[in-house]
């Protein structure tokens, strides 16, 4: 099936810095969705942005979708400490319903 | 707040046994997923519901069962647990029309099968 990928795996930074993740994937869809999990808990929705879209803001994020390229890219500006986490991606394709998930970013922000 | 509920965060069961996995959501939510997250695998998605008494198989449906008897409850049943089934199980649920919406999740069940 499906799935978004993300690169880089792991990032660490400091507090107040950028965060930047990008995601590829392979077919095209229908919208593609980002998630954030803290250590050991349930994933939280955080932002979906459909595929005629090409920019989208919510609060400290911003997800950017290039259809052309088949990527997309999650950026956490002025990042905290609790916004260490794992971020995935997640895509639903066109006469598929379900949610295809990437194997998930690592972001530790240092106090 | 709207709440995915899921049963159990840790739980031991032995091999062969049959375990049950609770889902319970208070949204109305029409859809309901079950998923399993491994280590360096992700997310791969089980089973999955639009209706009551409805299922569908996902990526990875062999060795479970999953039953829909009421529209806010999603059980998931592993036959006969096996070591390979330790895991970090998900429930999610969504409304409407399938796939434009955010997936609300649980916090996941822990399974370690002895």
């Known amino acids: 099936s499906q799935q978004g990928e993300e690169d880089p795996q792991a990032l660490s930074i400091q507090e107040g810095e950028n965060a930047t993740m990008n995601c590829s994937y392979k077919?095209?869809?229908?919208?593609l969705q980002w998630y954030r999990q803290n250590s050991g808990r349930g994933l939280v929705h955080l932002i979906l942005i459909r595929s005629n879209e090409r920019e989208k803001h919510s609060g400290r994020l911003r997800v950017t979708l290039d259809t052309s390229k088949k990527s997309s890219s999650l950026l956490i500006t002025a990042s905290r400490a609790a916004d260490t986490a794992s971020y995935f991606c997640?895509?639903?394709?066109?006469?598929?319903?379900?949610?295809?998930f990437g194997k998930g970013n690592q972001v530790v922000v240092i106090p | 707040d709207v709440k995915v509920t899921q049963s159990s965060r840790y739980l031991v069961k032995r091999t062969g046994e049959k375990v049950f996995l609770e889902c319970v959501q208070d949204m109305d939510h029409e859809n309901m997923f079950w998923y399993r997250q491994d280590p360096g695998l992700g997310l791969r998605l089980i089973y999955f519901?639009?209706?009551?008494?409805?299922?569908e198989k996902g990526d990875i449906p062999e060795g479970y069962s999953v039953s829909r008897e009421k529209k806010e409850r999603f059980s998931l049943i592993l036959e006969s647990a096996s070591t390979n089934q330790t895991s970090m199980y998900l429930c999610a649920s969504s409304d409407g029309d399938r796939g434009n919406y955010g997936y609300t999740f649980g916090s996941g069940t822990r399974l370690t099968v002895v």
């Open positions: 077919t095209s869809i229908n919208n």
């Open positions: 997640a895509t639903v394709r066109y006469g598929n319903n379900r949610l295809a």
């Open positions: 519901s639009y209706d009551v008494k409805m299922k």
